[in-house]
Each structure stands twice: as structure tokens, then as C-alpha cells.
């Protein structure tokens, strides 16, 4: 069963900056995609952001630019660098893995929360 650790996550002021960092253990097949999600209270899940293993990313566009989305493949790890952060990034972010053989996975979820 794969299992995903998220960290980092806290309560910052407008334009501070966060790092999270995801780590995924206990997969028998090869970590495929990963991503961070977040869900704001009364919004739907989201993407924030997504990285291939080959290093393709691909981003929201209200993040373009503030946030940069790499992975250790070594260490099955995925980061989430946030900058500029806003008030409307608050959110419960949570990460996601996909393996061919056992499809997509969640983490618990970690708090981010930015006051103006």
C-alpha cells in the first residue's frame, strides 16, 4: 500500500514563502506522476500542480510564476515551493502519486494559511 507523508505546511503572512514536501513510501511499482491538490473551505479540490517523472510540470494558472513543482525520484519525494504567497492560497493542500499498476494515491492533507 502506497502511503504519502506531506509537511511543511503552516500559517504565514501575505507574500512569505512555504515549501512542502511529500513523501512516498511502501509502493512494490515505480512512482509515476505526482502532484499537489488543494481544497479551500466550500471550493472544490484543485490543481495546483503536477510533475512527471521525466520532470514535466504543469501548473494552475493562478500559480504560475509563485510556486515551482520538483521531485527526488531517488527519494520518491515531491516538493512544492511556494513564494508570493496570498490570502487565497489558503487551503488544505494534499499531495497525489500514480503508479501504473495501482493507480493515484492521497496524502492526508496539510494546512496552508496566509493572512493578509
Given at each position: 500500500?502506497?502511503?504519502?507523508?506531506?509537511?511543511?505546511?503552516?500559517?504565514?503572512?501575505?507574500g512569505e514563502s512555504l515549501r512542502l514536501s511529500c513523501a512516498a513510501s511502501g509502493s512494490r511499482f515505480r512512482i509515476d506522476a505526482m502532484g499537489w491538490y488543494r481544497q479551500a473551505p466550500g471550493k472544490q479540490r484543485e490543481l495546483v500542480a503536477s510533475i512527471s517523472r521525466g520532470g514535466i510540470t504543469n501548473y494552475t494558472d493562478s500559480v504560475k510564476g509563485?510556486?515551482?513543482?520538483?521531485?527526488?525520484n531517488a527519494k520518491n519525494t515531491v516538493y512544492l515551493r511556494m513564494n508570493s504567497l496570498k490570502p487565497e492560497d489558503t487551503a488544505v493542500y494534499y499531495c497525489n502519486a500514480a503508479t501504473w499498476a495501482t493507480g493515484t494515491h492521497w496524502g492526508q492533507g496539510t494546512q496552508v494559511t496566509v493572512s493578509s
Open positions: 500500500q502506497v502511503q504519502l507523508v506531506e509537511s511543511g505546511g503552516g500559517l504565514v503572512q501575505a509563485r510556486f515551482t513543482i520538483f521531485r527526488d
